[in-house]
């Protein structure tokens, strides 16, 4: 029996069909099987959380390919957001509009906080050397601040731009601790919370009042800052807490310290930041159950959490609304759609 030209044709593309309409290809299970809304990651403890919960929306985890990642802050003008491997003293990249992760720079000095300015530079802070530096359009760096008193800082962890691109950071040391987030060495100076612009020569000190100052946050009116503290880790007999102070004007001194958040348990709030109606968002690590997000409400109580199955270190809001929370933990990177902005 032989086919002609047109049968043999005609008979491959039948063949093609039934491949494309095989039942068995169409019951093909993907490899995760989908999860049921809502998200488990979810957890509604108070009814003023509710407004920012959503329903039908999943947490997704776009990468896993850190060693420890800290810092994310995000460019609306790029849609991404840059974060950190510390131990591996890289910068990293994530792509909204792809959901791919990048290497962005190498040998940055194990950086951890991250930051853009009003003129889109970013600024970070590295651990060793210790210092705040600057990303400038030709590609060059400015070392904003090195040094306080003749001596050297200790290891710069998190950052808030204000508005006239002055920059407060904090200084707890954790990258002086062991060589692995940066250079093993024994501190100079106490840790503290300090103040920098172009205009100064070294950082001003605005509060050492903290055993271990770690991840820091500016209200969206400019006149409040908030600064956790993981004095645990060093001083086991005092609480993981989150603070909050007035901001002068011109960012350069703080008045009226209080005490928003203290743990009661073996909670640790690392990187913080706040939503548009001043509800604290912070990254929390102390086991299953507590790893993840804890949501504050503007008078210190929990109303709510984001469960993850690592330690969250550091989060931030991105997207065109700022409403998909962006959570570096541990070794991989998680997004969540929420029902509020960042500011």
Not at 32 to 54: G, N
Not at 193 to 209: F, G, Q, R, V
Request: aromatic share 10%; net charge negative.
């Amino acid at each position: 029996m032989t086919l002609d030209r047109r049968q043999l044709l005609r008979n491959s593309a039948l063949i093609g069909v039934s491949v494309a309409f095989s039942p068995s290809l169409l019951a093909r299970i993907p490899e995760a099987p989908p999860a049921r809304y809502p998200d488990e990651a979810w957890q509604v403890l108070d009814d003023r959380f509710k407004p920012y919960y959503l329903f039908n929306t999943p947490l997704e985890r776009h990468w896993s390919g850190g060693l420890w990642l800290e810092g994310p802050a995000w460019n609306a003008v790029g849609r991404y957001a840059v974060f950190s491997d510390i131990p591996r003293a890289r910068q990293m990249r994530w792509d909204e509009m792809t959901g791919q992760v990048s290497v962005l720079r190498e040998g940055v000095g194990h950086s951890n906080g991250n930051a853009f300015d009003h003129h889109g530079r970013l600024v970070a802070c590295e651990h060793s050397p210790a210092r705040v530096v600057r990303y400038e359009w030709d590609g060059t760096t400015t070392v904003l601040a090195s040094r306080y008193q003749g001596k050297r800082l200790n290891a710069p962890n998190d950052l808030v731009i204000l508005p006239n691109d002055g920059v407060i950071f904090t200084d707890p040391g954790y990258g002086a601790h062991v060589d692995y987030e940066g250079e093993k060495r024994e501190l100079e100076i106490k840790p503290a919370i300090y103040y920098i612009d172009d205009t100064l020569d070294a950082p001003k000190l605005l509060s050492d009042e903290l055993g271990k100052p770690n991840g820091i946050a500016l209200s969206g009116d400019g006149r409040t800052l908030y600064a956790s503290d993981t004095a645990p880790s060093h001083f086991p007999d005092r609480p993981a807490t989150v603070s909050r102070w007035a901001l002068s004007q011109d960012g350069q001194s703080l008045s009226n310290r209080e005490t928003l958040v203290s743990s009661k348990d073996a909670e640790t709030y690392d990187g913080i930041t706040l939503d548009q109606d001043d509800n604290l968002w912070a990254a929390t690590s102390g086991g299953e159950g507590h790893d993840g997000v804890s949501i504050f409400s503007p008078n210190g109580d929990r109303i709510g959490r984001i469960l993850l199955p690592e330690v969250c270190a550091n989060l931030c809001f991105v997207g065109e609304h700022r409403n998909r929370l962006l959570m570096a933990a541990s070794r991989s990177i998680y997004t969540l759609y929420t029902g509020t902005r960042g500011v």
